[in-house]
């Protein structure tokens, strides 16, 4: 499980993710975030949105999965290769993000998957 730890690290470093991202995304609930804010994402935002969600849905199975079975070398394979992918949502996300609506919603998406991590 320690080789695992680095690549989880650099999956977070690549996604731009730091305990200060988690924590501004509960402020952001805090400061009463509706959920009718993401009628108003782009619509190359939301469809950013859905890819990253189904890519977050098979990383955080994965996550589960070498929680329970730290040995198993498919499941590690598996989850190297999705945090290879992670990158190519680098340049959108560093895009999208810069805008505040976007990147509230992301850093609330996202703290599901920081909790299994």
Known sequence: MSKE???RKKFLQLLGLSAGAVLASKSGLANG???TEILK???????????YEKWMDEFTKEIRIQ???PEGIEHHKRMIALTEESEQFQPQLEKFMQDETFATIFRISIERMTKEI
């Open 41 to 51: 994402l782009t619509s190359d935002q939301q469809t950013f949105m859905n890819r």
């Open 33 to 35: 975030f509706d959920k």
């Open 67 to 69: 929680k329970t079975s």
């Open 5 to 7: 730890n680095p690549s």
